[in-house]
């Protein structure tokens, strides 16, 4: 279980560093698919991150504390708002605080998810172990 949290924290990482980089780029081309899709690609990316840092984390006995889900949510969150003050200064790029607020709820989504998950887990191998 330790091996598989320092996996997810070393991806957290090198997710953040990925997501640096193309913070970096004055442009990136995408094709146009539908309105607010750069919206939905930021959820995405940031549910990864979100994801990840909780995966980085030891769960308790019933899956994951409130204390871990918020800290996995507010790093996420910080994050999101330095890519931000990131693009302000890049050519090219600007800020959006719409795009911190996508960042966020992508985070929330994904570590609720994995919250609730962890929990139905545990749950299911105490009922297994029990019975």
């Known amino acids: 279980m ?40 930021h959820m995405l990316a940031y549910a990864v991150l979100g994801f990840l840092l909780l995966g980085a984390r030891k769960p308790l006995v019933n899956g994951f504390s409130s204390a871990q889900v918020n800290a996995s949510i507010l790093i996420a969150s910080l994050y999101g708002i330095s890519d931000e003050v990131h693009q302000y200064f890049v050519p090219g790029r600007n800020a959006d605080p719409w795009d911190w607020v996508a960042d966020t709820l992508g985070a929330v989504i994904a570590v609720s998810l994995l919250c609730w998950l962890s929990r139905k887990w545990k749950t299911a191998l105490v009922v297994r172990d029990g019975a």
């Open 2 to 41: 330790v091996c598989l949290q320092r996996l997810s924290l070393l991806l957290a990482l090198l997710w953040m560093g990925t997501l640096f980089y193309l913070s970096h780029q004055p442009t990136l081309e995408t094709p146009q698919l539908f309105s607010g899709q750069d919206k939905l690609f």
